[in-house]
């Protein structure tokens, strides 16, 4: 299977025209090019609200989520957060990628949302915190990753295992995050009660 460009495709040919394989590769193309992968991840934490999301807001603790987050900075912060741009630095395998980004949504303590844009794909990321208890919170996150290039052809063959590998990397961050988080609501419920 190809990818065609646009171009490549004859311009006033109908998908449905006299060439049974002119639809089949206009299908392709509109694959290639809307190629995606979407993922929903969650786990319950044993941590108000509040905190979860304040450890999620601080740019700092990033890191220590993902680990081949390398080098991370502010490029514009606006009051409000929505509309402040940041950049990211991911190494893998000894090849460094960088990330610009931009703060969608941002609505404390519920969520916030941002998009990312590197060279080889995009990436949609929202995180949503539900109030289960007073001292317990639903973490879900939405991701939707846009390839560019030629990894929208990876995509069409590699998509099923890139997307398991993906799925395994973030239960390994979700797990370091919930016990971070869980350890700091510890930290903060033994403090209260002094």
């Avoid at 740019?59 to 502010?74: F, M, Q, R, T, Y």
């Avoid at 990753?145 to 990397?169: P, W």
Wanted: contains cysteine; aromatic residues 10%.
């Amino acid at each position: 299977m190809v990818c065609l460009r646009p171009a490549a495709i004859p311009a006033g040919i109908p998908p449905q025209s006299r060439y049974p394989s002119a639809r089949r590769s206009h299908e392709i193309a509109a694959a290639c090019y809307s190629r995606f992968m979407e993922n929903t991840f969650g786990t319950e934490m044993q941590a108000p609200r509040q905190i979860v999301f304040d450890f999620l807001d601080d740019e700092s603790n990033l890191k220590k989520i993902v680990p081949n987050l390398v080098d991370a900075g502010v490029t514009h912060e606006t009051p409000e957060k929505v509309g402040s741009t940041f950049w990211h630095v991911y190494e893998e395998n000894g090849r460094k990628m960088k990330m610009t980004g931009v703060v969608t949504e941002h609505n404390a303590p519920h969520g916030f949302a941002v998009k990312l844009d590197g060279a080889f794909f995009g990436l949609e990321v929202s995180y949503h915190l539900d109030e289960l208890t007073p001292t317990s919170t639903r973490v879900t996150q939405y991701s939707k990753a846009r390839f560019k290039h030629v990894f929208k052809l990876m995509g069409l063959f590699f998509g099923k295992k890139m997307q398991r590998e993906g799925e395994r990397v973030q239960a390994e961050n979700f797990a370091r995050m919930k016990e971070m988080i869980e350890a700091e609501a510890r930290a903060a419920e033994a403090s209260s009660g002094d």
